[in-house]
């Protein structure tokens, strides 16, 4: 997997202090407090990185923006509640 199209991903995710380190701890995050308001700037604080360059990483990752993320969460938590 490390060598295959996306490995350099994987290796800069799992690798301190990156940027792409620094978006799965922010991805961690959403995961986590899906449910409470947005703050992209939170998120970019939390990563350490220019709201550019926190938007520009975020979407490489996840082909989300932020907010779109987050809309997708409530969306698959909301699917999996049972029916009443």
């Known amino acids: ?12 995710m799992a690798s301190p202090g990156t940027a792409l380190a620094r978006i799965a701890v922010t991805i961690h995050w959403l995961r986590r407090h899906f449910a409470e308001p947005l703050k992209v700037g939170t998120l970019e604080n939390m990563a350490a990185l220019s709201v550019s360059a926190f938007h520009r990483h975020f979407k490489a990752v996840t082909a989300l923006s932020p907010l779109q993320y987050q809309k997708r969460l409530r969306l698959l938590k909301a699917r999996s509640l049972p029916a009443t």
Do not use: T, Y
Request: aromatic letters at 8%.
């Open 1 to 12: 997997m490390l060598q295959g199209p996306h490995g350099w991903m994987l290796r800069d």
